[in-house]
């Protein structure tokens, strides 16, 4: 089984400062990861994913992700916050284990909040 | 490019009705899921397609039936509409099964 942990439901930052957006995950088969992001009244779009490879991916509007095996975490960051970073962020997993058999794991969410 | 295609955008249903959100994609994608988005839940994945006639259900099936005739369509049909699935409903698609997902727009979905 597979699950996805996001510390802290809502974060809130300062405009220009540091964004860090905890995950971390549990698989028991090599994942691929992802990190989704949701403005109000919108579908969720992709950010970045990690599927083999470097560990240190690097996604749209400035966003990276680092993969970390041994912590089994996939923190996301920024290094300035701007106000249109203001939204929901999704850390999800997914693997397979053989044939059809797929599933894409969610975290709840964590609500960015970007103030002025 | 549509991309993925969700109607009705919003529906306000009375308890022990049924009806069927539409999902259609364009991008030839093998792979289609729903997925209902709750406050505090994240997204719980209802059933998915890895291709057409073949489903599978996910973490939260019951009340809901799907099937796929076709690779573009993958419509979620609720058989007796219960409060409980007052939900915001999301459909998605994607080339393989550990690609990256497109999401439709979603359907917001009262049932009183």
């Known amino acids: 089984a597979q699950s996805v942990t996001q510390l802290g439901s809502h974060v809130s930052v300062s405009e220009g400062a540091l964004v860090l957006l905890r995950c971390n995950y549990s698989s028991s088969v090599p994942p691929y990861l992802f990190w989704y992001v949701q403005y109000p009244n919108q579908g969720l779009q992709l950010l970045l994913k990690y599927t083999t490879g470097a560990t240190l991916v690097k996604g749209i509007n400035g966003f990276e992700a680092e993969f970390k095996k041994s912590e089994t975490s996939f923190h996301l960051t920024k290094p300035s916050a701007h106000m249109s970073d203001a939204a929901e962020y999704f850390c999800a997993v997914s693997s397979s284990s053989g044939g059809s058999n797929y599933k894409l794991t969610f975290g709840k969410g964590t609500l960015l909040t970007v103030n002025p | 490019n549509a991309g993925v295609t969700q109607t009705p955008k919003f529906q306000v249903l009375k308890t022990g009705q049924s009806m069927t959100l539409q999902c259609a994609q364009d991008?030839?994608?093998?792979?289609m899921s729903w997925y209902r988005q709750d406050p505090g839940m994240g997204l719980r994945l209802i059933h998915y397609?890895?291709?057409?006639?073949?489903?599978d259900q996910g973490e939260v099936p019951n009340g809901y039936n799907v099937s796929r005739s076709t690779t573009e369509d993958f419509p979620l049909r609720l058989l007796s509409a219960a409060p409980s699935q007052t939900s915001v409903y999301f459909c998605a698609s994607s080339y393989g099964r550990l690609q990256p997902q497109h999401f439709g727009d979603g359907t917001r979905l009262s049932i009183l």
């Open positions: 397609s890895v291709g057409a006639g073949i489903t």
């Open positions: 991008m030839n994608h093998e792979y």
